[in-house]
């Protein structure tokens, strides 16, 4: 099965990114080339959390399978499938992770929590991984711009050692290697704030999509480091929180869940109108394949900053809801079993597996299980049509059931062996599914 990802939110926060479509090819393996195994991944877990290494085989027949091992499974546990494997941090300390196929091998180290050796740094970046390198990897398609005139550090998600990805230079910028397939809110500080405390160090953030072969660039500006008032943001709940202003032209702040303290500087003499967004990844098969939102307006509200230095506005963040997905809107999986490559249409309008607009050189391949957001609840399942340069015209979905808030259609189109005369190429059928038992639910 093949799931397309693609890169949803295009601005989100006070920093600019730019996509650059551009990717980082590796060197190419010639037939002559020694059989090995080649590890991606990164080096460091939190306890209680997990990162996922890759082997790619080169000069390896496809048929050998990968069997992966822990040098401790009481600091790091793994499962594994294959090409993949997914490492749990376990206890504080260092662990090798070996991957074999065949007579091949390869080792890969992983630093667990604060305890091991993995830190390069000393005094107040003890804890940081491999400071002051960090994830910085000329291969990596991620370039993080520094706007500011004095270095800045970044980490993702939250501004925690064990999260840090770099420090770039004053004026200069960095490329670095993350997981492939994941959201990462990228998160910067300045450096000479945050020496002198941590918790209060004011903080710009942008969330991305990062992927091996699509190159993204996310500049740091100094006004979105620097300003007279300061805005902090509790998150309690257990989804991204994207403080939006009111008309929905800009984003003031992306929370990642469960952070505490996140400072955002701003001007004082001047109000936000603002309004809060919770927004949830989505997986199928461990794979992140979108970020859907869960409410649109589940608070609205202002936030005015004195004219005094140092003003602070903290906004506590929280959710309740009955079932993690009852918000959602309603969203499509389709499997193409049609015999042929298609396009999906809503309506009129071509859809990509993210429910955006697309050029006409997307389609779904024969076999493919392709998923779709962005739905209105009380939309139709037969608005959906789809093409193929096979058929002189779009087929329509034969089944109507009405989309709701909360709810998956799995819908399978088949290849109709049907003989009669003016028969339809295909079948369709139709299935509502809780989103509970679509998408992965572990956070």
Known sequence: MTVRKKFLWAALSLVAGAFLFTGCPDKPVEDDDPPELVISGANAVAVGETITLTAQKNNIDSSVVVSWTSSNSSIASITSNNASCTVKGVADGDVTITAVAGSVAKTWGVKVGAGGSGSGGTGVYADFYNYPTGKVNANGTLTLKNQVASEVLVFTDSVKPENYIGTIAS???????????????????????????????????????????????????????????????????????????????????????????????????????????????????????????????????????????????????????????????????????????????????????????????????????????????GASTSAIKIRSTAWTSAIDCTENFTLEKGKVYVITVGKNTSTEAGASPVTWTVAQKEASEIYDTEE
């Open 171 to 377: 004026l200069s910028s960095i490329k670095v290697k993350l997981t492939s397939g994941k959201f990462y809110n990228i998160v910067a500080v300045q450096k000479s704030t945050y020496e002198e405390n941590p918790t209060q160090a004011t903080q710009a953030s942008k969330l991305a999509y990062y992927s091996d072969t699509q190159g993204y660039t996310v500049s740091v500006s100094a006004d979105s480091l620097t300003g007279s008032g300061t805005w902090i943001f509790n998150n309690s709940t257990n989804y991204w929180v994207s403080i939006d202003s009111v008309d929905g032209q800009s984003t003031y702040a992306v929370i990642a869940p469960k952070t505490q303290r996140v400072a955002v500087p701003t001007q004082t003499n001047k109000s936000y109108d603002y309004k809060i967004v919770y927004k949830k990844e989505l997986k199928y098969n461990d794979v992140t394949l979108a970020i859907s939102e869960v409410s649109r307006q589940e608070q609205n509200d202002t936030a005015v900053f004195k004219s005094t230095n140092n003003y602070t506005v903290t906004t506590d963040l929280s959710l309740s809801l009955d079932s993690e997905y009852d918000k959602l809107a309603p969203s499509v999986q389709l499997i193409n079993n049609s015999g042929k490559s298609i396009r999906v249409y809503n309506g009129n309008i071509q859809v990509t597996s993210f429910g955006e607009l697309e050029s006409e050189d997307y389609v779904a391949l024969d076999g493919e299980t392709a998923f779709f957001t962005g739905f209105t609840a």
